[in-house]
């Protein structure tokens, strides 16, 4: 039995001799560095290592949730301690409890998730390559004039999970990263912007003067931006932008937002909410990628979900706590970020469509290309949305001039049933990932 | 069950428990550190936080977390090496002055110049019950009489979620000047989300309150019952309101929360980190006018039992009231040491983290507008044409190009002086530098807000506190869907 099997194993086996009538624990081991460069120095280099134990405790129906860095035998026999006598004076709930104990998977798959790629490279060769990255930015254009920094990461996870029924089975994981924000400048304006590569193995990562060149012309294209007249038009969504838009519909689609009928999902299953050429899917199985895991936070195995399938609302995602109350089965998204377990997508991606993105702009007689949003504007209950953005404003079906200080807003379930375009340019750069969509029509508020 | 470490000094609490003594910190920073860098520290930190969740009339989730570790961070010109481990075991601690050494050694350092601590830690928040170890029965107790009265407050609310969060961190930092000082601190906050349904349509809203304060803050003067009917109302008045308008007009802004103004369209721009690298829109311009002479801003670190107060900051510096615009006028940014130091400034007590696996940035304390001489009434009865924003959700900036945002939970339209209709998912957006000297109007009825403040920046959360008197903007742009 490994160390953190044994560990876990421990902690359960006092959970029940203190009374639980079941337990699971989560266990994450991390050793992390990062590396930021500015202006070519060397900025801040951070070192870590950190390991967390998350423990939840059933008391017949009753349970409570307990977490600690500290995993000296003393701390863990107190945070176990205290959880059995939380879990006492919580109400009794009829839909807690851990998931069946035959539904647990049983072979992890092996995902790739792990760069085992040597040798490891010494902390000056992760320096150089945000340098280099900055030095790109920095050498693309004399208005690039200074700069955030450049950062590189790399992160290496462990993650065990043990039930009380003798359930035990993890697994690693590794990710990198590398971004660069520099600032663009022109007659007393500043602009920033930023571009990334994120992996799980080091060398999948981008290249990193193709990085800091990116990031550059990013910043570039937003000198002499302006607010424009408010207006009713269409608007087209970068790849980034988006994702966002996915994650809006994964929350309201997901388990918690709907038992507390906080989300404009409810009792939409089954029924159209997007334009039929929308299909979305969360699919946590595909080798090497960052959201990726063989096993859900209590130990049920990792599936592609077709959350939209042709506009329609195919799957919630759910826990195994939230498919109870909602009379469904789980569909393997526990998530297990803190103490308690909660719902999270793994790799949620919509279908590429077959148009370029530049025959979507060139669809365009008069609208706003957004390439950032910022802000808390969007409204779970109800789908109101109206976030801060910035992009290009389109004439002629042609990025004609930057456009800043201004919001976008409409409601998301219109949003979705207004898409009349779907680029053909899906990456997946990160966890969430989208291509360019194009909205038919909604208001962008300015002068 | 629950210990109570707040009983204890914390320069005790981490020798007794964990065998980490000032001295042996000192003995860590001077013979790894002593001599080849301009600045260091070691940062002990313990945190137990306590969340118990209502939900469906009945308290179902329960929690406790514990974590603790130690920082060590050598700086060297404008490097900063920081290594961090949630094991305080001398091997560890030892690996990490080693780690966060390294990066002084490849620069060659001048020496310790660090600016000594300077001035004695406030007393701004001991109690003599903190809310950590209240015993659960009565936070129980107040959970399920909370949930009674906002489904009381209106027929309308289908749901109700209250959450109580209480915190004790207990921190203990040595600097390489031979500085030690520690800090207990507690914290609780109280939150409640209403969702209130009428006919087909579902609205949700929300309110809560807390601070540095025991948990008998909720009880004085029925407090919880005001949060409890304010959640109640937030929901079901949206239940009416009409879609927000889109357009430039003139914005009224009520007192307290929507000091969230200030904290993004200024705040952030004034911190010393982006204003030394000079990507703050606001870089360089210390003595110009920025704000219209109705505004004067402060940063005060040092208001008792405030959820933004700190006795000392994060770096050990005693935290301060810092005047930021004076009458309009730029006249300081927030600092933490390093800052200050590379722009020959002084530290302002901002050095702040959100834990010990964080380095230390100049962050916002309760950041707030003083009082103007004018009625809010007589504010309101001058608009022809407007909206009146007396509730925010969250904001963000872009602090290179100064363009801000923050959402409205509760506004209403001003027709000819009186406020007329609710409006939903107004959406505020303006430019830093220029927001300010759009105020044409201050009220004399300056308000904290009521606790629940949480700062976001570089992925590191910190709680915060903002403040506001009623005031007029002129030509805002508001975001909403009716044309």
């Known amino acids: ?447 | 069950m629950t210990e109570n470490i707040a009983r204890m000094p914390p320069e005790r609490f981490f020798s007794e428990r964990f065998d980490v003594t000032p001295s042996l910190m000192e003995r860590l920073l001077g013979s790894n550190l002593a001599g080849r860098v301009d600045d260091a520290d070691i940062y002990l930190e313990y945190r137990v936080n306590e969340e118990l969740v209502l939900e469906e009339n009945v308290v179902k989730k329960a929690s406790r977390h514990v974590s603790q570790g130690a920082g060590v961070r050598a700086q060297s010109g404008a490097r900063t090496g920081y290594a961090h481990t949630d094991d305080l075991a001398l091997k560890n601690l030892e690996e990490a002055a080693r780690q966060a050494r390294a990066i002084a050694d490849r620069s060659g350092g001048s020496g310790v110049v660090a600016v000594a601590g300077r001035g004695r830690p406030h007393d701004l928040y001991t109690l003599a019950e903190p809310p950590i170890v209240t015993e659960l029965a009565r936070k129980l107790d107040l959970l399920r009489r909370i949930d009674a009265a906002c489904r009381a407050a209106d027929p309308r609310v289908r749901q109700v979620i209250v959450s109580l969060t209480s915190e004790e961190v207990v921190m203990l930092i040595a600097t390489a000047s031979g500085w030690t000082v520690g800090d207990v601190r507690p914290l609780t906050r109280l939150n409640i989300t209403a969702i209130a349904e009428d006919g087909g349509r579902r609205e949700i809203g929300g309110f809560g309150g807390g601070g540095r304060v025991p948990f008998d803050f909720y009880l004085e003067a029925d407090r919880w019952k005001r949060f409890a009917t304010e959640a109640a109302r937030q929901a079901t008045l949206k239940l009416s309101a009409i879609d927000a308008p889109a357009g430039t007009m003139t914005v009224v802004l009520g007192p307290g929360w929507p000091g969230i103004l200030l904290h993004e369209a200024i705040g952030h721009g004034l911190e010393g980190d982006f204003n030394r690298k000079g990507v703050s829109a606001f870089a360089g311009r210390l003595g110009q006018k920025v704000a219209s002479e109705l505004v004067t801003v402060v940063d005060d670190g040092t208001i008792a039992n405030r959820r933004g107060s700190l006795n000392v900051d994060d770096e050990g510096t005693p935290t301060g009231r810092n005047v930021l615009i004076e009458n309009g006028i730029l006249r300081g940014y927030m600092q933490d040491r390093l800052n200050a130091r590379l722009m020959g400034q002084a530290p302002t007590g901002n050095g702040r983290r959100e834990s010990y696996a964080h380095p230390p940035m100049p962050r916002m304390t309760n950041t707030f507008m003083l009082a103007g001489q004018d009625d809010p009434r007589e504010i309101l009865k001058a608009v022809s044409r407007g909206l009146y924003a007396v509730n925010f959700g969250g904001g963000q900036v872009d602090i290179t190009s100064g363009k801000f945002v923050f959402s409205a939970s509760e506004a209403y339209l001003i027709e000819d002086g009186e406020i007329t209709k609710p409006v939903k998912g107004a959406t505020l957006i303006g430019n830093g530098p220029d927001a300010l000297t759009r105020v044409s109007r201050v009220g004399y009825d300056l308000a904290l807000d009521e606790g629940v403040g949480t700062c976001g920046k570089d992925g590191q959360s910190v709680p915060v506190g903002v403040g506001l008197p009623t005031i007029r903007l002129d030509g805002m742009t508001v975001g909403g869907t009716a044309v």
Do not use: C
Not at chain 1, 311 to 321: A, F, I, N, V, W
Not at chain 1, 397 to 409: D, K, N, S, Y
């Open chain 1, 1 to 447: 039995m490994s160390a953190d099997a044994a560990l876990l194993a421990d902690v359960l086996a006092r959970a029940t001799a203190r009374g639980a009538t079941a337990a699971d624990g989560f266990l994450i081991e991390e050793q992390s560095f990062s590396a930021s460069v500015r202006l070519g120095q060397v900025d801040t280099v951070t070192h870590s290592r950190e390991q967390r134990l998350a423990l939840r405790v059933f008391a017949g129906r009753a349970s409570a949730a307990a977490s600690t860095s500290d995993l000296s035998r003393e701390s863990l026999e107190r945070v176990v301690d205290e959880a059995t006598a939380l879990a006492r004076v919580t109400a009794e709930d009829p839909h807690a409890g851990l998931p069946d104990a035959a539904e647990l998977i049983e072979h992890v798959p092996d995902l790739q998730l792990e760069d085992h790629e040597g040798p490891e490279p010494t902390p000056e060769d992760k320096i150089e390559l945000a340098r280099r990255a900055e030095a790109a930015a920095l050498a693309a254009d004399p208005r690039i004039t200074n700069s955030e920094g450049a950062e590189y990461f790399d992160r290496r996870a462990h993650y065990a999970y043990a039930t009380s029924h003798g359930f035990a089975r993890g697994y690693s994981t590794s990710s990198f990263g590398l971004t660069v924000s520099p600032v663009a400048a022109k007659d007393g304006e500043m602009q920033r912007d930023v571009w990334y590569s994120y992996a799980r193995r080091r060398r999948a990562l981008e290249d990193a003067e193709s990085i800091g060149r990116t990031a550059a012309a990013r910043a570039l294209r937003r000198l002499g931006a302006r607010k424009v007249k408010t207006a009713e038009v269409p608007v087209i969504f970068d790849p980034d932008t988006a994702a966002s838009l996915l994650r809006s519909i994964a929350g309201a689609a997901s388990g918690p937002s709907l038992y507390r009928r906080a989300s404009f999902l409810l009792e939409r299953l089954g029924t159209r909410i997007a334009a039929p050429s929308v299909t979305i899917v969360d699919d946590g199985l595909l080798p090497g990628a960052l959201g990726s895991r063989p096993f859900d936070g209590e130990g049920l195995a990792t599936r592609r979900t077709v959350l939209v399938g042709e506009g329609k609302l195919e799957s919630y995602l759910l826990d195994s706590y939230s498919a109870r109350k909602l009379g469904l089965a789980s569909t393997h998204h526990a998530s297990r970020d803190g103490a308690g377990v909660s719902v999270g997508t793994t790799n949620l991606m919509l279908r590429p469509g077959t148009t370029s993105p530049q025959d979507l702009i060139g669809s365009v007689k008069s609208g706003f290309y957004v390439t950032e949003l910022i802000g808390f504007g969007v409204n779970g209950v109800t789908g109101d949305y109206s976030r801060g953005a910035a992009g290009m404003w389109i004439e002629d079906g042609r990025l004609a001039f930057p456009v800043e200080e201004v919001t976008v807003a409409g409601n998301l379930l219109e949003m979705f049933d207004r898409i009349e375009g779907i680029g053909n340019d899906l990456v997946l750069r990160d966890r969430v990932a989208a291509p360019t969509l194009k909205i038919a029509r909604m208001v962008v508020a300015g002068d």
